[in-house]
């Protein structure tokens, strides 16, 4: 039988939204509406809520919307969006934390400073959350999710809770190789004992250099392409920079200044503008040099 999503309002209450605006939950400030949106306030209300829905429904999960690019028109789907109760960082032991998926990557990197545990420090300058990074296996600074993780649980389309380890996944540069139908709940993490000190000046040379190469505090999503590291030693904004126009854009969609990997929205920007824009940055690098660019930001339509 088709499920009613409008007959589960009563039962998740506020949680369950339909036709919500998603436009201001991502970093580009570009989107239109989703059938649903549910903000789930507990395991317990998650899994009851997946059940529910039998299946029957696309699901995306929206972490804090760093790298994402939302279609304007309406999202044929169910948005997930994890509460504050998936936000919390403990230590299991001297060198193991255990943090939800919903805990931003910058807060991670610094509970492991606080706590004195190295390994951690590259988190500070991944903007987005740890169900994110793990899904894409963020990384920089020549370090990626892969290198602390011991293992993640997760919930799959029927509702059950599932724990994988690190070693069953099957990672590749910024892929996990994980199913996109799990909704990650939470990982456990290893790190090294060193000095508070140290850990901290390492996190601000870190720092430096990605406020010297990205731009910030502007309407971007991060890197737009993956570096194509099977096909080229050369970086991916080098490859644009030797292929495109880069005063190019469409609409209010624009390449970065500061780093060509990095599109902007200055204005009001629309989705089929940055589509544009990725296609004709994508295309103009293929006729160029023969190497076909992968997207990096997930693109929700």
Not at 210 to 225: L, M, W
Not at 237 to 253: Q, R
Not at 258 to 279: P, Q, R, T
Request: some cysteine; charged content about 30%; aromatic content about 10%.
């Amino acid at each position: 039988m088709k499920i009613d999503l409008e007959e589960l309002i009563e039962e998740f209450s506020n949680n369950l939204k339909l036709d919500y605006d998603l436009k201001k939950k991502n970093w580009f400030n570009i989107g239109g509406k989703t059938k649903a949106f549910f903000k789930a306030d507990s395991l317990q209300e998650l899994i009851r809520f997946i059940k529910k829905l039998q299946n029957q429904e696309k699901i995306f999960v929206l972490g804090a919307g760093s790298n994402t690019l939302i279609t304007d028109k309406k999202f044929n789907g169910v948005v997930i969006k994890l509460s504050k109760n998936f936000n919390n960082i403990s230590l299991l032991n001297d060198e193991i934390i255990i943090a939800g998926s919903a805990v931003n990557d910058k807060s991670l990197s610094d509970f492991a400073m606080e706590n004195g545990l190295g390994g951690f420090e590259f988190l500070s300058c991944i903007p987005g959350t740890i169900g994110g990074g793990i899904k894409m296996n963020a990384g920089c600074f020549q370090r990626e999710f892969k290198d602390i993780l011991i293992s993640i649980q997760a919930i799959n389309k029927s509702g059950e809770i599932i724990t994988i380890p690190a070693k069953k996944m099957n990672f590749k540069y910024r892929d996990s190789g994980l199913s996109d139908e799990l909704i990650f709940l939470s990982a456990s993490f290893k790190g090294f004992k060193k000095d508070k000190d140290m850990i901290k000046n390492e996190i601000r040379i870190l720092k430096e250099k990605k406020e010297q190469a990205q731009p910030t505090r502007i309407k971007t999503s991060g890197s737009t392409f993956k570096n194509p590291i099977d096909q080229s030693d050369k970086k991916v904004w080098e490859l644009i920079k030797e292929s495109v126009p880069l005063e190019k854009s469409f609409g209010d969609a624009s390449i970065s200044e500061k780093h060509y990997n990095f599109f902007v929205n200055k204005g009001n920007a629309k989705f089929e503008d940055m589509k544009k824009l990725i296609n004709f940055v994508s295309e103009s690098v293929f006729k160029k040099t023969g190497i076909k660019l992968e997207t990096e930001i997930k693109i929700l339509e």
